[in-house]
């Protein structure tokens, strides 16, 4: 066995500085987090050859005293906590006292900062984590942090890093990240001779339209308890998750938790396969979030996760039910005051009961129902988008698009699809009804019998009490007919359905329902099934409606929630002024 060597603290300092630094990116992030602790109002951060040859990092804070400036580059050395009792209270981004003597050990660094109402600065010059050598100088107030020649000593590291205009693309990313969560803050970044990216003191709209150019139009605040922040109306999405950006307390993290409950709280307003661009900040008590399992900082531990994912999950829905309810705002409920009965169950009326007891057969609910989301209740014939009663129905497009006219706004038209619309109206109502009295069902003058293999089979039974809700009433028949599986017999229907066998759509419902191993949570998974209902049970292809059938369909998206787009995500209304028309033909 080869012998044990205790290593060198210069040797260890290197070592320990890969879990900290492992491209310029990460250096740009840990000094910009300082000078953003530092209480700077203006943050210039210079590279070049991608950060790979220099990085400078200037600020206005309050600097660092001639007694701590060496200090600050040893490590474990912090100004943010002295006892173990401040690890729960952290709230700034640097604490750690590793960022600065991770650096040091693997560049050459030079360090320039004065502190308000001293006459002179302080110089602190380190070269691959040498002494630090200090002195005088005649600098401005705030700290000017230079880093040259990264990684010069670890080779091996410097050949994983990538093309110079990669790696600035690295540093940009971190840089917007952490420039959007701070708007009151004036950033500039620039790459060697390049255009600089600036940014000057707003809010944090302003800030996104600066970094990103995304239209005050194509976003949604969100501000719900524990959750603020902005997401992307519902629309195409994006390929990743790239610009979904999830923050605790301003700082950047990675959980995907939260990336799920983002995700969950626009359902089907999104494709499947993309991603919305979204801005989340947690905010939470810093007792209630470990921000310390993670070198980086960049991942966190909840003491309650499942109640930061359910604040997100709810805030998301809630804002983007504000598109379609002006001036509601978006509100966290106790589950206890959704005024839902867990004990009900569909099965417990007499006659199935009765069934029941004949034939051996005790169908029930694979897993509780969830209770209802708050803005899922039934609220009457309350309007919730009112710019739809106020639309004139003027012609119909191939037999599957509404135009509609409005003359508000100096005048506007409508293009609505029409099966979509039809197909949202139908899957809001479905909801309501399902969480509520349950799903209306018409009796089928002949029960109809389906045949199931064995895997259909454990499918319906697992599902039966969720389809007793929708409207279906189903039971056993005995062996199929095909061998190895069961009959059974559908005797009523959803009042909504309006013909053909429902053999298949049974199916797929009970698939949908039961999914054996799936991640989705059962209200997603109910969702999915309303959403088959929905779609067999409205207009499907080309039809030419009256315009009394045109007006009753925009009645409907008045008065429902989510109207701006069909439950698969697709658009359902778009929307043009005047003034796109006319320059259009460049009047």
């Known amino acids: 066995m080869p012998k044990i060597n205790v290593l060198d603290s210069l040797l260890a300092s290197k070592i320990a500085a890969g879990e900290v630094i492992d491209r310029p990116a990460s250096v740009v992030k840990e000094l910009m987090e300082n000078s953003i602790d530092a209480g700077a109002s203006s943050i210039g951060v210079f590279l070049a050859e991608g950060g790979k040859r220099v990085i400078k990092i200037t600020d206005n804070g309050e600097g660092i005293s001639r007694e701590d400036a060496p200090l600050a580059f040893m490590r474990h050395a912090t100004s943010k906590i002295s006892k173990e009792e401040d690890l729960d209270a952290v709230l700034t981004m640097g604490f750690r006292g590793e960022a600065l003597a991770s650096v040091a050990s693997i560049s050459r660094v030079t360090l320039k900062t004065r502190r308000r109402m001293e006459t002179e600065g302080t110089l602190v010059s380190i070269e691959g984590g040498a002494p630090p050598l200090v002195s005088g100088d005649g600098c401005p107030e705030g700290t000017l942090i230079e880093v040259k020649d990264l990684f010069f000593n670890t080779p091996a590291r410097l050949k994983f890093l990538r093309s110079s205009d990669s790696e600035y693309g690295?540093?940009?990313e971190i840089f917007k990240?952490?420039?959007?969560?701070?708007?009151?803050?004036?950033?500039k970044i620039q790459h060697g001779s390049g255009r600089p990216v600036e940014t000057a003191p707003g809010t944090l709209r302003d800030r996104i339209f600066d970094l990103f150019g995304i239209a005050e139009k194509d976003i949604i605040e969100v501000n719900a308890p524990f959750v603020e922040g902005y997401i992307g109306a519902p629309g195409d999405g994006y390929p990743t998750s790239k610009w979904l950006l999830i923050y605790v307390n301003k700082?950047?993290?990675?959980?995907?938790?939260?990336n799920r409950a983002v995700m969950d709280g626009y359902g089907q307003m999104l494709p499947s396969g993309r991603f919305p661009f979204a801005i989340i900040d947690v905010k939470i008590p810093p007792e209630d979030v470990d921000i310390n399992i993670h070198p980086t900082k960049s991942e966190v531990r909840f003491r309650n996760q499942s109640f930061i994912y359910d604040a997100v999950k709810l805030a998301v829905r809630?804002?983007?039910?504000?598109?379609?309810?002006?001036?509601?705002q978006p509100t966290i409920q106790n589950r206890a005051d959704y005024g839902y009965n867990r004990q009900f169950s569909p099965f417990s009326g007499p006659r199935l009961a009765e069934e029941s007891a004949s034939t051996g057969y005790s169908p029930g609910f694979s897993e509780p129902l969830p209770p209802p989301l708050p803005f899922l209740r039934d609220e009457g014939d309350d309007v919730k988008n009112p710019e739809f009663l106020g639309l004139e129905i003027v012609g119909q497009l191939w037999g599957e698009f509404l135009i509609a006219e409005s003359h508000a706004n100096g005048g506007e038209y409508y293009v609505i699809d029409q099966h979509g619309a039809a197909e949202r109206a139908a899957f809001e109502k479905l909801k309501k009804r399902f969480y509520g009295e349950g799903i209306r069902r018409q009796l089928l003058l002949l029960p109809e019998r389906i045949e199931t293999t064995p895997d259909e089979k454990d499918a319906i039974l697992a599902s039966v009490g969720y389809l007793d809700r929708m409207g279906f009433e189903i039971i056993p028949f005995g062996p199929s007919l095909n061998g190895g599986g069961e009959s059974f017999l559908i005797k009523s229907v959803p009042e909504v359905l309006k013909s053909g066998r429902c053999d298949r759509l049974i199916g797929e419902l009970s698939e949908e329902i039961s999914n054996v191993g799936g991640s989705l949570k059962i209200e997603d998974k109910i969702e999915g099934a309303l959403m088959r209902i929905a779609c067999h049970s409205v207009i499907r292809g080309p039809r030419q409606l009256t315009k009394e059938e045109g007006a009753a369909l925009l009645k409907e998206l008045a008065r429902i929630d989510f109207a701006s787009h069909c439950p698969h995500g697709r658009p359902v209304v778009k929307k043009y002024s005047r003034?796109?028309?006319?320059?259009?033909?460049?009047?």
């Open 170 to 172: 690295r540093a940009l």
């Open 177 to 187: 990240r952490l420039a959007l969560i701070n708007p009151k803050t004036r950033f």
């Open 251 to 258: 700082r950047v993290v990675r959980d995907k938790s939260i």
């Open 318 to 328: 809630g804002a983007i039910g504000s598109l379609s309810a002006p001036g509601r």
């Open 579 to 587: 003034k796109d028309i006319e320059s259009a033909f460049k009047r």
